[in-house]
């Protein structure tokens, strides 16, 4: 059975870093991402890596501030949020791909975790 629990959530301030990670087990995958979910919006692509060639890709919301990684041995995922802005208070939710090639698309990723909410305050 695949799961994906997140960790690592909570409120900072403006200009703060908080690092979020995912546990995935059951199964490797071809990609990892992150995606958020704000109030009243869409869930949107955060950032993506791929497992064999590390090759990683962000929204441009988020370029220069947040780093995706990842652990093989471990099978785990880690987003690294620095310079936080009250823009980035969302539902952050870890993904899992199980083929294909590495996407930005929702509807391409297989497994999800619970989410955990992260608040910005200005």
């Known amino acids: 059975q695949v799961q994906l629990v997140e960790s690592g959530g909570g409120l900072v301030q403006a200009g703060d870093s908080l690092r979020l990670s995912c546990a995935a087990s059951?199964?490797?995958?071809?990609?990892m991402g992150w995606f958020r979910q704000a109030p009243g919006k869409e869930r949107e692509f955060v950032a993506t890596?791929?497992?064999?060639?590390?090759?990683?890709y962000y929204a441009d919301s988020v370029k220069g501030r947040f780093t995706i990684s990842k652990d093989n041995a471990k099978n785990t995922m880690s987003l690294q949020m620095n310079s936080l802005k009250p823009e980035d208070t969302a539902v952050y939710y870890c993904?899992?791909?199980?083929?294909?090639?590495?996407?930005?698309?929702?509807?391409?990723?297989?497994?999800w975790g619970q989410g955990t909410q992260v608040t910005v305050s200005s």
């Open positions: 890596i791929s497992w064999s060639v590390s090759r990683t």
């Open positions: 993904a899992a791909q199980l083929y294909g090639i590495t996407t930005k698309h929702v509807g391409a990723y297989d497994y």
């Open positions: 059951g199964r490797t995958f071809s990609s």
